[in-house]
């Protein structure tokens, strides 16, 4: 079992940026292919980015390609996203995962096995 935590939500006004966290209980945290979802009020639980276990692939929703950066620490046990140039529908609660089903990223829910609570971000225009 792993647990997942996220930090570093927060406020911020349209073309800002924040970094979040995603903090993993286990070592075996290294070893699985993760991603960051996203949820805004009324709306689905949507794909944001996903990254392959070792990091050699990365994918990125249409909607924060070329904002959106994902990166991880394996040193650390962390997984990191930092969005830059932020926007009033970017805002959401967000949700680091890791699927123990494959070494590849995936961009669908249903493979992803660990779940962190959640962390808002809001972006005021």
């Known amino acids: 079992q792993v647990q997942l935590v996220e930090s570093g939500g927060g406020l911020v006004l349209a073309g800002g940026s924040l970094k979040l966290s995603c903090a993993a209980s286990a070592r075996a945290f290294e070893s699985y292919a993760k991603g960051w979802f996203r949820q805004a009020p009324g709306k689905e639980r949507e794909f944001v980015v996903g990254?392959?276990?070792?990091?050699?692939?990365?994918y990125y929703a249409d909607s924060v390609k070329g904002r959106f950066t994902i990166s991880r620490d394996n040193a650390k046990n962390t997984m990191s996203l930092q969005m830059n140039s932020l926007k009033p529908e970017d805002t959401a609660i967000y949700y680091c995962?890791?699927?123990?089903?494959?070494?590849?990223?995936?961009?669908?829910?249903?493979?992803?096995?660990?779940w962190g609570q959640g962390v808002q971000v809001t972006v005021s225009s």
């Open positions: 995962t890791a699927r123990t089903g494959g070494p590849q990223l995936s961009r669908k829910i249903d493979d992803y096995t660990y």
């Open positions: 990254i392959s276990w070792n990091g050699d692939s990365t």
